[in-house]
């Protein structure tokens, strides 16, 4: 049986990596354990050229705006579910957001804020000292016409004589 090609190049990547280690067995165990749970909307899913499949469509859907709110919610946890089954869950790297250092948590460094400061201001707090100007109204004129009344504004800066007013 020929390789089976998917329209996703990231559905072919990880085929080639499921090949290339010899995964296809921790993977179709995975895909068991998965369909042990009898979970209704994945029982289509029975072995791993099923999932390949089901990536490969789920990388080209797009949700709709009207309908059911929870389909994206349910589409992901559907994907991760397979993903967070043994032997499948032992192949990934840990998600490690920080480490202990001498029996303390340390978050990791995070990018320096603009100013240099390596904290967020409090809520409400001003980020700057710069207050803008308050903006100086431009004179106007209003006319009547057949059409209504219109409001006219003198751009700023400009005298009564240089500004041009409009036809009436």
């Known amino acids: 049986m020929p390789e089976e090609k998917y329209r996703h190049k990231v ?10 280690h010899r995964w296809k067995g921790k993977f179709e165990k995975a895909i068991k354990n998965a369909q042990s749970h009898g979970v209704e909307r994945i029982k289509d899913i029975r072995n791993l050229n099923d ?9 080209h859907w797009a949700p709709r705006q009207k309908g059911d709110t929870r389909l994206v919610y349910q589409k992901i946890v559907e994907f991760y579910f397979f993903l967070d089954q043994d032997p499948v869950k032992k192949l ?8 202990r250092v001498g029996g303390k948590y340390r978050p990791p460094r995070l990018t320096p804020c603009p100013d240099g400061s390596r904290s967020l201001p409090s809520p409400g707090a001003t980020t700057s000292t710069h207050r803008p100007r308050p903006r100086r109204s431009s004179p106007s004129r209003t006319t ?3 059409t209504g009344t219109h409001t006219w504004r003198r751009p700023a800066g400009t005298s009564p004589s240089t500004s041009s007013s409009p036809a009436t």
């Open 11 to 20: 559905v072919n990547e990880l085929n080639s990596l499921i090949k290339t």
């Open 92 to 99: 990934q790297n840990p998600i490690t957001p920080g480490k």
């Open 144 to 146: 009547r016409s057949s």
């Open 51 to 59: 999932y390949m499949r089901w990536i490969d469509d789920l990388l």
